[in-house]
């Protein structure tokens, strides 16, 4: 028998775990609290932030030189850290009876409420709420523990297996340990989720350079017949319709205030700018149609938004490219990457650290606070969203995150065009039918559309106005449509005269071709 089950008292091992969980616990249970109600702050946060408010000037200064942007969560970290080595001590100090621990947990209930009411984004009611839940939950977690750590001894009234309360304990004290985490995690991610929202909501966008040429544009361009037939897809893609592509499990929410771009590698200076610094920058709009390389023919992976951001040459001109860098690489908070050669953004197609999708903030999903946006380029090799960084590096010794995996190292978008009405196996009423879609060939741009019914002869599609040529173009065809079945087939040519090809291909490794082919019955 180990020497704790002696006496009557538990165990200092286990009375230390218990009171250290159940701190863990109410911490975890409070921010969870506050979290939902975000950006109320948790115990947790609401400490951390007394603490910056209040430390002397070397303290704040000292945590900035050690951490740097980091200094707030190592705070969080270290408050939390704090409060469970204070768990752990009033465990200690609870070996006989779990009062001293209960009353100490109700103590730091206080102290947490004193700190969410008095924080700038807290209030009594939340205060008193999360709090309460936090200390509610510290005491049954404790109580709980305490009871399972008991010796046989002292539970006199039930006849136990030291065997089983030892295991009970553990596995007890396992998964509120457990439970501590995920609540944790879940706060962690509810807050980072408000505090982006809330960062991004208060995004100011100053006006960019080309911004009142492409609102006339668009707005000339909505004047065409072209672009209201029904079913054809509209020439901006709403931000909410536009599709998403990534690989993260769960999409990083990046709050600015934490977050900056560096420009490294092979460049004169390195440099790193804020999300305000960005903001404070002469920007470009833009409409570029983005495509993904996953994409079928005829597929939805595709969309064209008016991007605003500052040009990448710019960045990379003020960082000072040097001789050699033949590849742009890039990096997201989440680990992603992805590069193209240092020749497309200087060869002067749009190229932009876009921090504005049409007319907004960049959303949250589709990389706030910035992203890269490069003409022609699939976004695989380019459009690297919650961008961290940008490495110039040479061609051969970096590969992006989906080169291993099989795709081409170039990316260049093929030329492409999709029929969006009728419909695929759409029933069509005889007599005139408006055969319509989009075509796309960023950066080069669309010179011609033409329609295929059947083995029938090519015939020209009407365009839409062009907005430039990263973007894509509508395209209208009427067709007298005959009772029957029939095959539609669109194909487009670019602006250099090259027409889309007919050799069907998949996806994998670097796009698909063929054309857009829509079986329909007439009746
Ligand atoms: N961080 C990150 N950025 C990323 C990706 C990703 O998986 N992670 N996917 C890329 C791919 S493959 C495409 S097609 C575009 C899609 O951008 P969207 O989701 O804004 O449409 O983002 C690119 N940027
Ligand atoms: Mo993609």
Known sequence: MPPEDDNDDIGPGRAAVAGAVAAGAALAAGELAASVRAPLPGPVYAVANRVVDNAPGWFVAFGKNVFGLADKPALVAGTTLLAVAIGAGLGLASRHSP???????????????????????????????????????????????????????????????????????????????????????????????????????????????????????????????VTSTPGISPLITPNGDFY????????PQVDPANWTLRITGMVDRELTFTHDDLLARATTVAPVTLSCVSNEVGGK????????????????????????????????????????????????????????????????????????????????????????????????????????????????????????????????????????GVAWAPHTGIAKVEVQVDEGPWQEATLGDALGPDAWRQ?????????????????????????????????LPDGATGWHTVPVTVT
Not at 161 to 173: D, Y
Not at 362 to 391: C, D, M, N, Q
Not at 482 to 496: E, F, W, Y
Request: include cysteine.
């Open 99 to 225: 009062r001293p621990a209960q009353v100490g947990i109700g103590a730091f209930g206080l102290l947490g409420m004193a700190a969410v009411a008095g924080d700038a984004r807290g209030g009594w009611l939340g205060a008193v709420v999360v709090n309460a839940v936090a200390v509610t939950v510290g005491w049954a977690v404790l109580t709980l523990l305490h009871r399972r750590a008991l010796p046989p001894a002292r539970l006199v009234d039930t006849p136990v297996n030291p065997a089983v309360t030892r295991r009970s304990f553990l596995t007890a004290a396992g998964v509120a340990g457990a439970a501590t985490v995920l609540a944790g995690a879940a706060a962690g991610q509810l807050r980072a989720r408000s505090a982006a929202r809330t960062a991004r909501d208060s995004v100011t966008l100053a006006p960019g350079a080309g911004a009142d040429e492409v609102a006339a544009a668009v707005a000339e361009a909505g004047t065409s017949p």
């Open 301 to 436: 992976l595709v969309g064209n938004a008016v991007w605003q951001g500052v040009p990448l040459v710019d960045l990379l001109d003020e960082a000072g490219v040097r001789p050699g860098a033949s590849q742009v690489a890039s990096r997201s908070v989440d680990g992603w990457t992805c590069g193209f050669p240092t020749e497309a953004a200087y060869d002067g197609r749009t190229a932009l650290v876009a921090v504005g999708m049409n007319g907004e903030a960049l959303p949250l999903e589709h990389g706030f606070p910035a992203r890269l946006v490069v003409s022609g380029l699939y976004g695989y090799v380019s459009a690297t969203k919650w961008l961290s960084e940008i490495e110039l590096t040479t061609f051969e010794s970096f590969d992006g995150y989906w080169i291993p995996r099989g795709w081409a190292k170039l990316g260049p978008v093929k030329t492409q065009s999709r029929i969006d009405t009728p419909r695929r196996g759409a029933d069509v009423v005889a007599g005139e039918v408006a055969v319509a």
């Open 475 to 507: 395209w209208v065809l009427p067709w007298a449509a005959t009772p029957g079945r029939h095959n539609l087939r669109v194909r487009a040519t670019d602006a250099s005269g090259a027409t889309q090809t007919d050799v069907q291909v998949p996806p």
């Open 244 to 251: 998403l592509i990534d690989t993260a499990l769960l999409r």
